[in-house]
């Protein structure tokens, strides 16, 4: 398998700056959601640039696909957390819309990044 450099790839960057965006966000949640949704946001959105950049170093497309999967699990997670924010009205509710809008981007991508890498449009 060729390996990637998981830093040129676009979803890992564009995953690094969502999880800026989200940490950036969570420091306008109610201080009694630090150990419950603030760290489960936080996981999250670290789990996703985590797992692309660990499955670009497996060897096998197939071992890559897996952790792309997870990376796409772990950011359906982080959708319902934020939407759990979204439904209590926590925090900045226009920097929340921008972040769903960037996630739903970036599974997109890593969607079509799988399909690619493991060549099931063929």
Do not use: A
Not at 8 to 31: A, H, N, Q, V
Not at 63 to 73: A, D, H, K
Not at 90 to 114: A, D, H, P, T
């Amino acid at each position: 398998m060729n390996h990637h450099n998981f830093k040129k790839l676009k979803i890992w960057e564009r995953s690094m700056k969502l999880t800026d965006l989200t940490f950036e966000y969570c420091k306008g949640l109610p201080k009694d959601e630090r150990f419950n949704l603030i760290s489960q946001i936080n996981r999250c959105s670290c789990s996703i640039p985590s797992n692309i950049s660990e499955g670009s170093g497996k060897r096998t497309k197939l071992q890559f696909g897996e952790y792309l999967s997870i990376s796409i699990s772990s950011s359906y997670e982080l959708e319902t957390q934020l939407l759990i924010c979204q439904r209590r009205n926590y925090g900045n509710q226009e920097q929340l819309e921008m972040i769903l809008k960037e996630l739903e981007e970036i599974q997109k991508m890593i969607f079509s990044f799988r399909t690619k890498i493991l060549n099931l449009d063929s």
